[in-house]
């Protein structure tokens, strides 16, 4: 037992100078130097160690005998701050990803290094118009894995065929409220499972070149100028989950082919100018949770029952002026805001104005038995202006107001009786 003691402790102890070393693996020092004139605080003298609470981060390698920096994130930027081409230079064998959230004033980072795979930029680069990001800065970096710009306008080649033409292995595209203008490249050379492009000015069609990203699983188009039809090829995205196309210029009907999308989870397609009846496959696409089809001009009758409706996380539909639902199969204590029931021939009892917002959709339909109500909705329309009145308020207001031109035009017809008389 005695001479095998020693043994293992000494073992141990060796292992653990090891770790040691391997873990106080210091900084190279050139990065180091780096950090020190971006003024990234390095208390502990570890800045690999350091926490996200902070304006920036960093995270590193196990590098020895020298770490080396392999990912940079500022965060709040201050005004002072600024990336000289002699600061990124020693940073940039190593560096993989590179983040900027809310650094208005900093100017883009020229001189970065082709090998990054990760370029984000929230809210920065805005104060000066002359050093926007530019596209073709960004059409460098050919090897990104994740673009991710968000309200940072882009300036100059704004077009995205030549921001993504060299980069192969992007998966992950981000660039919404960026100003970005064109039309959708005619060819993608990536593998690319989510892509937003929010809020640009994008126009033209929706190239089917997107419909080949077989691997997509998020794609957002939404608050563009996209314009023509939504290609039936979209079912060959069978791993989409989520797809906003709303707000933009889209026309023709829901295409059919939307439904073999199994795995479709949020769709928004409001505010465009659809046509057509609503397709009755939603109420079978199992994994659908929020639907929105508000604002286009589709007609006839909605084909959901009310239980669909009620499993939906969220459901909008009011704003297509000729779409009416079916009073014995949805009840009218389901809130369908702006929405109206249908006549026995599937056309809207009334025109729900978009306005309005009183119009719960409790009290109001109740009046009504399906015939013979096309009069009182126009006397309703009529008091539509009026928040807070229910029903039989209304339909009050419109005895009254008839009333009240009856005795009007009784006592106008006995006063002409009476002039007459006199002459
Ligand atoms: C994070 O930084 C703050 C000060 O900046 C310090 O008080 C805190 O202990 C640090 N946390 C860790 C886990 O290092
Ligand atoms: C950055 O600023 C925002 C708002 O000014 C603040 O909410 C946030 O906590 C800040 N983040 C950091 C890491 O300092
Ligand atoms: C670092 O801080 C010093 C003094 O606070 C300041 O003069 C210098 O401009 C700062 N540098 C950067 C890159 O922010
Ligand atoms: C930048 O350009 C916008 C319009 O493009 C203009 O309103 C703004 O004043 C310009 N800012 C500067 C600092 O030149
Ligand atoms: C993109 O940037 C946003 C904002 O900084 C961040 O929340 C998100 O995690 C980033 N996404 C990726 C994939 O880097
Ligand atoms: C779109 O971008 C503009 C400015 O670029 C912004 O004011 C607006 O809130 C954004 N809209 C959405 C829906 O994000
Ligand atoms: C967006 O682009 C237009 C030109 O198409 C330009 O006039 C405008 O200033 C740009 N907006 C921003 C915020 O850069
Ligand atoms: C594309 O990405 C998917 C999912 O990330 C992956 O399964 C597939 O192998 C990739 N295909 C190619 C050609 O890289
Ligand atoms: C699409 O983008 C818009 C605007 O940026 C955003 O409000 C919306 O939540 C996004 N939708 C999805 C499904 O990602
Ligand atoms: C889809 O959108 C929801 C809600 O906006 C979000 O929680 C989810 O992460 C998104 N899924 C994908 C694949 O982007
Ligand atoms: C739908 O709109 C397209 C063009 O926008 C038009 O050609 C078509 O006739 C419309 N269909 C219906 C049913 O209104
Ligand atoms: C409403 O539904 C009932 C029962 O399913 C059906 O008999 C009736 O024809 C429908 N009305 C319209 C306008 O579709």
């Not at 190279?28 to 996200?52: A, E, F, G, V, Y």
């Not at 002072?80 to 004033?105: A, G, I, Q, R």
């Amino acid at each position: 037992m005695k001479p095998q003691q020693p043994q293992p402790s000494l073992l141990l102890l060796l292992i653990l100078l090891l770790l040691a070393t391997v873990s106080a693996s210091p900084l190279h020092p050139k990065q180091l130097k780096s950090l020190q004139s971006l003024n990234i605080s390095t208390p502990t003298n570890d800045p690999c160690n350091n926490n996200q609470s902070s304006s920036s981060s960093i995270t590193c390698d196990d590098a020895s005998p020298y770490r080396h920096i392999t990912s940079l994130f500022f965060i709040n930027c201050s005004s002072t701050l600024s990336l000289p081409f002699k600061t990124l230079k020693p940073l940039s064998k190593s560096l993989l990803s590179l983040s900027f959230t809310n650094c208005p004033s900093l100017s883009p980072p020229y001189h970065l290094p082709i090998s990054l795979h990760s370029f984000s930029a929230v809210s920065s680069f805005l104060h000066n118009n002359h050093t926007r990001l530019s596209g073709l800065f960004l059409a460098r970096l050919k090897n990104l894995k994740t673009l991710n710009i968000s309200s940072t306008p882009i300036s100059t080649s704004r077009r995205l065929y030549v921001i993504l033409g060299n980069m192969h292995k992007l998966t992950f595209l981000k660039i919404s409220n960026s100003n970005l203008s064109g039309f959708i490249p005619k060819s993608f050379h990536s593998n690319l499972t989510y892509i937003d492009l929010s809020n640009n000015s994008l126009k033209g069609s929706i190239r089917i070149s997107i419909t080949r990203l077989t691997n997509l699983k998020s794609l957002n188009l939404s608050h563009n100028s996209l314009s023509g039809q939504i290609p039936n090829k979209i079912k060959n995205l069978i791993f989409l989950k989520n797809l906003s196309l709303a707000s933009n210029k889209l026309s023709g009907t829901i295409p059919n082919s939307l439904s073999s999308i199994s795995e479709l989870t949020h769709l928004d397609l409001s505010m465009n100018q659809l046509n057509g009846t609503v397709p009755s496959f939603f109420s079978e696409m199992k994994n659908l949770k929020h639907l929105n089809l508000a604002d286009n001009s589709f007609h006839g009758v909605l084909p959901f029952n009310e239980s669909f409706i009620k499993n939906l996380n969220f459901f909008e539909i009011g704003g297509n002026s000729e779409l009416c639902y079916n009073k014995t199969v949805v009840s009218s204590n389901l809130k369908l805001e702006g929405f109206a029931p249908c006549d026995k021939y599937g056309f809207p009892l009334w025109s729900p104005s978009q306005k309005e917002e009183s119009l719960s959709g409790e009290n109001d339909y109740g009046d009504y038995n399906g015939e013979g109500g096309n009069e009182k909705n126009k006397e309703k329309m009529k008091n539509n202006e009026e928040e807070e009145h229910n029903g039989s308020n209304k339909t009050l207001f419109g005895l009254g107001i008839g009333l009240f031109s009856i005795v009007f035009l009784i006592l106008f017809l006995f006063y002409l009786a009476k002039r007459c008389r006199w002459i």
